[in-house]
């Protein structure tokens, strides 16, 4: 069964940056969109990220200019650049992805166990 793996975050001062690792383990027939999300306290699971096979991304208004994502195929990993960090910015953040692995009949929505971001003032 294939697991998103993530790593990167911990506590940084507001203005720093952080970067955000997940890797697919497992065997994959093929990734289709990655991304990355992010939940706050008391709020609901928003989209922060995301990019296609071909390379073209989309991101929220609120990290527009800030925050970079990219990708490895080879790797079957997505990464996020987090620059000029806000505490607005502290939430968990989660891994997600479509993967088409043996089993699945198809490409499956699958979630990394998500990684905390902290942001201090």
């Known amino acids: 069964q294939v697991q998103l793996v993530e790593s990167g975050g911990g506590l940084v001062q507001a203005g720093g940056p952080l970067r955000l690792s997940c890797a697919a383990s497992g065997t994959v027939y093929s990734i289709a969109t990655m991304g990355w999300y992010r939940q706050a306290p008391g709020k609901t699971r928003e989209l922060v990220a995301r990019?296609?096979?071909?390379?073209?991304?989309n991101y929220d208004d609120s990290v527009k200019g800030r925050f970079t994502i990219s990708r490895d195929n080879a790797k079957n990993a997505v990464y996020l650049q987090m620059n000029s960090l806000k505490p607005e910015d502290t939430a968990v953040y989660y891994c997600?992805?479509?993967?088409?692995?043996?089993?699945?009949?198809?490409?499956?929505?699958?979630w990394g166990q998500g990684t905390q971001v902290t942001v201090s003032s």
């Open positions: 997600n992805a479509n993967i088409w692995s043996p089993g699945s009949g198809g490409f499956r929505d699958s």
């Open positions: 990019i296609t096979t071909d390379g073209i991304t």
